[in-house]
């Protein structure tokens, strides 16, 4: 059997000689696998002698062990071993199990030094290069990468005497993956002469994930230049490095956690958050009392307490640690960790005693315990305005650590955030039947018809938790434009139907005014921020919605789309496939301050637009890449009729049980303004010019056959440049637009002062000429632009 090299990574492997080293592996049945020459040199034994036979016959009869090895993943100890002359030798040995996650499956890496390096001298020059007062754990190796000298401080942290391991590879040292990795940057520095900084996690007795070091790895170089060796400096970030992933959890939580008002559904989120963040096992038991709508008790529950599994995550598929299945019942007595957090108030680490007590009384959860290796528990209740819901246990199985302060601040942070998300479900379930009359009311009963697209829609409450706040709207805009908006207010019940109807609104509102959909959003957002701050809190976040908002002008053909929180559109062109708009994503409306940005794309006529809101997509039985696809699928499948793609988007995507989330569809095939139906003119800013434009107008309208038009279209397009000449700034652009219904007349100038209908008095000069334009057209009005303003006027247009 040959002997391998340990070191991986992107480098070469280790390259030099590794018989200063002993070295076996162990199988978690006892057995030896492999045994290089440095073993065979210590002992004798050949590797055909050795290998498959049970490492214990190498023990000297009288060192034979009666337990097995022991369940901690690193052990070193001095041992009498068998020499293949049958002679005992004494050999202080470091074994490391190597895969500790496999447990008492894991392999045994087994090492002594053989050719110990020598003890450094007093003026030795690697020595003057090492910093023996160094606060930094520090350690230096050969030429050959075998520890030459530690620091104080590096082997506290290795927890390894120094007089053993001189010798051996940083490799055999740490026996984890992240040593081997460690030791092909140490490779390279020595081969390249040049430094670096590597970020890894290594700790005492094998508790990797710990520890987190940040080593600086430098070469050694003697007064000729030449690399007599390699220095690693590391320095202990691991406080840093938990709080930072705390922090992420936390963050996380608040992203995930709640993105429905789903009982059952936020309850299984607060567990998929905190495995394996947090625990190995996490179990959210809710109070049997909330059944059928029924109130939390404000004080402390009455013992045994019944309590029903909403939800469990385990690192393990299938999660085999749970004894009870989501939806049964169980009664915990008082001597339980769930029993003890909600007599407290407050989470319970429960101790090894409290435990064995409780499962003594329970031997089905005593032996799942038992089998699981579960060494930690935590019980944290779920609370709520001052009433108690039910409780989550966190417990631990594969990280060997147990649960720390932090871990319990982190654990009731975290389950408080979820248990406002149950509360909200709990109280607005009973006000579905109010709130599915006032949403109904609030919504669009029939979609506008524009030049500017073809229109569909659909809107289901969600089947079980009520109806919430998704609506939909197209509102046609100037110069033929459109906006189409979908959008999600965070709740169910009747406050979120008001809140939508005001969203609604508001929308409606600002897009009047021609608001940049970024712009639009941000005002939404200033609205969501006020109405978080009147529902009584104070502060942010007590309303909350997500927003799709869309502009799609006929003329140009470009769509400019903006969100905030809230699913990217799909777009459908003709004659091709369904793919997902990248649309910058915006926060979600009510965090306040957060800025939104615009996307701007150009859609071929006939491109089919759909947006909707997350309830369409978002689904327990299958992953959110599955649901768009169906939802590509269903597209494709209906590229004529917008109503049947509606029915099938719905039908594929949804159980047949319904809805588990409002869900707000709106689908828009766009429509485009052929070239010969607009006309533009860049107007001099010369008021005696304006008659030649008023005769150009006119003959471009009898071009088009609109001659009736004319005389008003005259009037109007004489007051609005003379405006624009006086008063705006250049350059200065004359559009007309037309359709069969609707002739526009748009002037465009580099001003962004905004005009404003007065009335003029008897002897006043001027002032009359909005007036006129108001009194001429059906509707006028002005928008702003990133170039300045435009002023517009609709004249109806006589059919036939």
Known sequence: MSSRSETSGDGPGYPFDETATARAVIDGDGILV?????????????????????AARLLAAQARPAAPLPADDRRSATLALRHRDGRTVHVWVLAHRRRPEAGDRSEWLVVTPLDTVAA???????????????PCATAIYDDQLRLYRVNAV???????????????????????????????????????????????YLGPGGEDHRHAWSARIAPLTDATGRVRGVCMTAHDFTEQSLARKRLQLVNEASIRIGSTLDVTRTAQELADVCVPALADFVSVDLMATLDHGGEPDAGPPAFPVSLRRA???????????????PGQLDSYPESSPQAASLLAGQPVAASDAALAH???????????????GIHATMSVPIRARGATLGVAVFTRFRRPDPFTPDDMLLAEEVTARAAVCIDNARRFSRERETAIALQRSLLPLNLPHTAAVEAASRYLPAAKAGVGGDWFDVIPLSGMRVAMVVGDVVGHGVQASATMGRLRTAVRTLADIDLAPDELLTHLDDLVVRLSAEAGSGTTGEVGASCLYAVYDPVTRVCTLARAGHPSPVILPPGGRPREVDVPPGPALGLGGLPFESAELTLAEGTVLALYTDGLVDSRDRGLDESVRLLHRSLERNPDSLDDACHDILDSLLPAAGAPDDVALLLARTKGLPPSQVATWDIPADPALVAPIRKQVVGQLDTWGLGEAGFTTELVVSELVTNAIRYGERPIRLRLI?????????????SHTAPHLRRAKTFDEGGRGLLLVAQLTQRWGSRHTPEGKTIWAELPLTEG
């Not at 492999?34 to 049970?54: I, Y």
């Not at 053993?164 to 390249?192: C, K, T, Y």
């Open 738 to 750: 037309h359709d069969a219904t609707t002739l526009i007349v748009e002037v465009s100038d580099s």
């Open 311 to 325: 939800a469990h995550r385990s690192v393990n598929p299938g999660s085999p640690e749970a004894v009870v299945k």
């Open 120 to 134: 450094p001298a007093e003026h030795d020059s690697l020595v003057s290069a090492f910093l023996d007062q160094s």
């Open 358 to 372: 409780w499962l003594a009384h329970d031997p089905a959860r005593r032996r799942q315990v038992r089998e699981s």
């Open 34 to 54: 492999e045994w290089n020459e440095g073993a065979r040199r210590l002992l004798g034994h050949a590797p055909a002698d050795v290998v498959g036979l049970p």
């Open 154 to 200: 590096m082997a506290e942290s290795l927890g390894l005497p120094q007089e053993r391991i001189r010798g051996l590879r940083i490799a055999e040292i740490g026996g984890r993956p992240q040593s081997e990795e460690l030791e092909a940057h140490m490779l390279r520095v020595l081969l390249s002469g040049r430094r670096e900084d590597v970020r890894t």
